[in-house]
């Protein structure tokens, strides 16, 4: 005989526990039967308790020594010894099947927790690497055997073992079903209990709105440039990837160096009035003065950007697409020259994602509304070295004024990711202290460790859970 037990209802085998409780129930009327010295007490034993005790494999030769035995219990002499040893036999079944279960759950505890960090870090590898379904089913089972390497077997055994890969779902489901050995629920012919446990881990069902500062300075000529190239477009293929399902991803690109070239936006976003040189025709911005020089209110009514820069970066800022092509032909187009006004590239890529600025994108780029349950948005940081130039000296130093719009940006509930790459010491602490969680902090000493950042950071981004 044996016990089929289903994980997500532990402890809760109806037919099980409905005789185990039959049985407690029928002592105790054994008990008031024989305290009444009631001559029902034989046919109560052989039609209540005979047939549930042969279910648990009790012999009928018992039940019948049990009914002969019957006859004594109306007896005054030796009475309680013999209702003791009368009692012990379904009791003793009750405390062993409790002991079973109980040793049974200890250890579907221990696979299901070892079964869900599996299928976490095997979705975390199909997002973050090349790996093909062999290799990411060759993963799950490592990672299982793993997390049960420290835990006791219980004489327990996997007897069927499945990974499902849905590429397009983004999610990794796996499936186990074995056996684990009783003991005590041997003497009721129970020899092993079975098993079906399943976990599933999926990415995040969350749209996702991205604005990426990237530093195009002339600090990155060569090589640096062509890593920064490589790791922003993984991070696009990973989020923008065929596994998105029906949620919207859209990125959008703020490159800087000296500046901030606005592009085909240069003039809605520019102050042509005299506070600077500009006259629609050069497509840079400086920062903006007065009150909202560190807020995210759009360009209008006074509170439009500056135009001094004293040179201007070739590529222009792209706003928020979910064509892959798009935004990779924009990288891939990246030309490093001038200084570092992180400043503005901060500010820019806050302004790619906050919803005050619909009015200013195209319809197709316009920021969505804040709704926690529904859209993530964040920001990508990154820099690989100190911020150098400003051009309002009121405002205070780029730095100074890059930590004022950082503390802005995390208020306003965007997520704040940053990176330096190959980034002198002096810079470290800002960026560690600008990024929303410390883990959303990357120090990348070379162009490997600069893709692992980026690809951790799309993992961060699609969410990955255990959804059931």
């Known amino acids: 005989m044996q016990s089929i037990f289903y994980w997500r209802l532990p402890l809760n ?29 034989n046919n109560f034993i052989e039609r209540s308790i005979a047939p549930i005790a042969l279910e648990f494999g009790i012999p009928r030769d018992w039940m019948y020594l049990m009914s002969l035995l019957s006859s004594f219990l109306r007896s005054d002499r030796g009475n309680v010894t013999l ?31 070892s079964l869900d960090a599996a299928s976490l870090a095997t979705a975390k590898s199909m997002i973050e690497t090349d790996s093909d379904d062999g290799q990411l089913a060759a993963l799950a089972k490592r990672y299982y055997e793993e997390g049960m390497a420290s835990r006791e077997a219980w004489n327990a055994r996997i007897a069927n073992w499945t990974v499902g890969i849905d590429r397009i779902a983004g999610t990794i489901k796996i499936d186990a079903a074995g056996t684990i050995d009783t ?13 079906a446990l399943s976990s599933t881990a999926a990415l995040s069902s969350k749209d996702i709105e991205l604005g990426m500062m990237l530093d ?16 922003s477009s993984d991070l696009v293929d990973k989020l923008l990837a065929d596994n998105s399902g029906s949620r919207k991803v859209r990125i959008g690109l703020a490159p800087y160096s000296t500046s901030i070239n606005a592009g085909q936006y240069s003039d809605k976003a520019k102050d042509n009035s005299g506070q600077g040189n500009g006259n629609g025709q050069n497509k840079c911005v400086s920062e903006r003065k007065g009150r909202d020089a560190f807020t995210d209110e759009p360009p209008a009514n006074g509170r439009q950007f500056g135009s001094k820069p004293v040179a201007c970066p070739v590529n222009s800022v792209l706003a928020m697409s979910g064509d892959k092509a798009t935004i990779k032909s924009e990288i891939n187009g990246f030309v490093a020259e001038g200084s570092t ?16 600025w619909k009015s200013f994108w195209p319809a197709e780029s316009k920021p969505e509304d804040p709704d926690p349950k529904k859209l993530l948005k964040s920001v990508v940081i990154m820099t690989d070295g100190m911020f150098n130039i400003e051009y309002e000296a009121d405002n205070g130093r780029s730095i100074e004024q890059a930590q004022q719009l950082c503390a802005n940006i995390k208020a306003d509930n965007v997520e704040v990711f940053t990176v330096g790459f190959e980034a002198p010491p002096e810079v470290l602490p800002f960026l560690k202290a600008c990024a929303s969680k410390p883990e959303y902090f990357f120090n990348a000493g070379d162009g490997d460790a600069l893709r692992k950042a980026f690809s951790r950071i799309a993992g961060h981004l699609n969410d990955l859970r255990v959804s059931k």
């Open 341 to 356: 006004a992180g400043h503005l590239g901060i500010g820019w890529a806050w302004y790619l994602v906050s919803p005050k």
């Open 183 to 195: 003991t005590l629920g041997r003497v009721a012919n129970i020899d092993t209990i079975d098993f």
């Open 216 to 231: 195009v300075s002339g600090s990155m000529k060569g090589g640096k440039l062509s890593d920064l190239k490589a790791a």
């Open 83 to 113: 209702m003791f040893s009368f009692m012990l036999i379904p009791l003793a079944l009750g405390i062993g099947l409790a002991v079973d279960y109980g040793r049974a759950t200890s250890y579907y505890e221990k696979v299901q927790a």
């Open 13 to 41: 085998d109806v037919a099980y526990k409905v005789r185990i409780q039959y049985l407690k129930y029928n002592v105790l009327c054994l008990v008031k039967l024989h305290q009444s010295n009631s001559k029902y007490l």
